[in-house]
Nanobody, 121 residues
């Protein structure tokens, strides 16, 4: 299984970025997909997840209303649209996959290598 994130970079506060995660080696539509992040010196934290079909999503309170998770099962890709970025959103963002469970945690079977998002003030 491979999860490859892209789309990170440097952006000013208030700006937007769209992260992508291309999955291979798994039956993508059978996996719940999620995004988590880890800021320097902090533990990895849940950001968002999306159900197999995309009909259900869950967000951390800190990003609700600013971030949107979506997926394209035909392209084996999950996205994270991030708007209204704040300096505290600076972190390495990880894509992850699991078969079951829509709770806000980091219990995933597979992880990507991460992509860095830096938000300047």
């Amino acid at each position: 299984v491979q999860l490859v994130e892209s789309g990170g970079g440097l952006v000013q506060a208030g700006g937007s970025l769209r992260l992508s995660c291309a999955a291979s080696g798994l039956t993508f539509s059978s996996y719940i997909m999620g995004w988590s992040r880890q800021a320097p010196g902090k533990e990895r934290e849940f950001v968002a997840l999306i159900s197999w079909s995309g009909g259900s999503t869950n967000y951390a309170d800190s990003v609700k209303g600013r971030f949107t998770i979506s997926r394209d099962n035909a392209k084996n890709t999950v996205y994270l649209q991030m708007n209204g970025l704040k300096p505290e959103d600076t972190a390495v963002y990880y894509c992850a996959a699991r078969r079951f469970g829509t709770t806000r945690d980091n219990e995933y079977a597979y992880w990507g290598q991460g992509t860095l998002v830096t938000v300047s003030s």
